[in-house]
């Protein structure tokens, strides 16, 4: 199994139509919001980060990944009663890292997408419980195991995700 | 320098956006306090997305309805005959349930009571939530064009559900009662304490400000005080599940009454009634026990002064009264013997001045003196004491 580039020429930048590239993240926003109300065990996934992470792995450009990752961040924290720029902080970072590591990374393989999703996951929980708690002074309860777990689900979901969303790229 | 930033392009991009969340989250903390503040996203973001939340959920429910209401009935009228006789049952019920309740009110009206009661009610339904397990929040289908206002307050069936945050035309931002930000003042039903319910940072509903020397046990009912001025009192929140000691205060856990994560359907109260004593029933500057005297059947002076003491007399010769009760409490008159001071006093309207948390009258909105006592003071001596059920009905108070 290959993980690694060899050099930046080997790497396929992939594009998105228009259409797609705005629906994904909006239905991605949607089933974050309405879903878990119909079914609650469904919030433990967060499909917008999932799809953070494969517009900035697919598209393969930091500056792309880091906006889009910060517009997604923005409207997720709109529909909540927290300050605005919460989840935009977490995931400019997320969308930042993610199109940088998949110049380096092949990220079309299911286990590399499992793992890189399961540390994004992570490092999102990360940022957004130490910016909720440093900047905007609310305590948060981190429990390990809940969030461990929360990673393994949402790096599952986000193998079979990325299948799905495949089909909508075109190569650039 | 400009150099360093073509060379660190994709590293500068992320500053300067990094920068500029930082600062404008900054801001909003500093300008937290103003309530007012709706920002221009969250608007386009909810208009954007609540009406295909709403379009689907009422989609949903209209093939609900269709496929329940016409198509699938088996069981139909087995339920039918069950709820009949459940109808039966709560039929007789309730004529016992008016009768207490008549009887509280006219003790109300006579202690100068006011109470918060429930006048107005809109069924809303739930459309969507915040899609964050760190902000409990949900939508409802209605907003400010169906009267929805800020902070009014969304029940069930069951209990509390929580407070409306935020308004937008055509929805309502609703805060749960087991999110870490929202407050709400309850007590446990059976002791009379008092406390604050709000969320842990797991979204567990935890009942704060308890001292821990108090005996609140698991299974304890917590219900609303009325005195934040958005429940009206009474209502269920929950029970107590766990009870740990963390120094100064308990540390509970409530089960909330309400299913907070099922709610389809809520009710926001949109219309609360202060309830104050009507003015027929307690007349002019003429004092509660004086037409409680007038309406009381007398005794003869002579009967009194050869028993000498009435309350010797009560003790021999007329049955017990039962002072459990608030009406009981009120029937015995003072100067009699009977003394309301020393009978079991019901504890919303008597606090322990010893222990604070008990006072369920602070911010409620009841009179903080203790309504017993002036007519105990004030008494003018009376015959009798007779038992509330001995009494003929027109002889009560009305």
Redesign the interface.
Known sequence: MRLSQTSPEQVEVYRFPWLAAALIPALAIFFQAFVPVQLPFLSIFDVPLLVTIFLGVTRRNPVTGLLTGCVIGLIQDSLTHHPLGVYGIAKTVVGFGASSLGVKLDVENAASRFLVTYGFYLLHQFLYFSVQRGLVGQALGWAWGHELLAGLVNAVAAVALFAVLDRFKQRN | MENLLTRH??LS??AA??FV??F???V??KR?NDPQQT?L??V???A??TP??QA?VHTQGAVYGVWHNYLYLRGVRQENRDLKAQVEQLKLEQVRLSQDASQARRLQALLGFKEQSILQTMPAQ??????????R???LDKGSEDGLKKNMAVITSEGVVGKI??IYPHTA?V?LIN???SGLGAIVERLRLQGIVRG???GETMLEKVMADEEVQPGDKVITTGGDGIFPKGLPVGSIVKVSSSDLFLKIRLHPAADL???EEVLVITKLQEVAPASGEVAGSQRAVDILAARLPGVPEKAAAKDGDVSNAASRDEPKIETSTPAAILEAKPGTGAKATTAPVPRPIHPDPAKPQRNETTGSPHSSADPLEKPAQSAKPAPVLKPIAEQPAHDRMQ
């Open positions: 392009r994709n991009v992320l956006v990094l969340q930082v404008g989250l900054a909003q903390v937290s920002r996203i969250r386009w973001a909810v954007t997305i295909f939340e689907i739930v459309v969507g939530s915040s899609g964050s397990e760190q902000s929040s949900l939508f945050l935020q931002q805060l999110d870490q930000t842990s940072p797991n994560s099922r709610l």
